[in-house]
């Protein structure tokens, strides 16, 4: 999962999101370092990712794009599952997208300081582009997986897996939906246990 569904999975709790939003940038047991949900949150996010990796549902989308794309096809599957959370926004939560990541925004610059440095450089760039709003539409993630494909040093040109996901709309939307609610119970078991 990327951005906007580890943001939405880790609830109402700012400190929780802000974790979960900055893990991937803390690498092995740095995550002692934060306390509180902060610390939490990165914990939280590993979890979704262990859970994401291994679920058959999600292994058999990302194995569409395995061939062409290798190891780089969960970074796609990753933001194309993101897409069809964005798209369908109104049936996971009451605030529209667009005030929703205004609000998260908000919070990022509230709490700069609280951010890895390499999160930090990342801010400019996903609030100017407003990332958290153009996953909802296929231009949008087009131009996510071409920035993504520019940030991996234009490896496999991710931005082309737009060919597959228009070709295998359905099944992906299909297989989303299906996941996402198994997701969102086990973080909401794996939330009760971090308390």
Known sequence: ????????????????????FMADSVRGNRYLAYE???????LLHRAIDTFTDAHPIYRKSKHRL??????????????????????NWNNYHSTPLELYAQHFY???????????????????????RNWLVSYASLEGLER??????????????????IIEVKKYYSEFEEEFTLFFEELRAHCQKKLIELK
């Open 1 to 20: 999962m990327n951005f906007l569904a580890h943001i939405y999975l880790s609830g109402d709790d700012e400190a929780l999101k802000i974790g979960n």
């Open 36 to 42: 509180g949900n902060l610390q939490k949150g990165i």
């Open 66 to 87: 395995h061939e062409k794309y290798g190891h780089y096809s969960g970074v796609i599957m990753d933001i194309v599952y993101d897409h069809y959370l964005a798209k």
């Open 106 to 128: 908000h919070l990022l610059r509230n709490h700069y300081d609280l951010l890895t440095e390499k999160t930090q450089q990342m801010i400019p760039y996903m609030i100017a």
């Open 144 to 161: 996510i997986l071409f920035q993504m494909d520019h940030r991996t040093k234009n490896r496999v040109n991710m931005q082309e897996a």
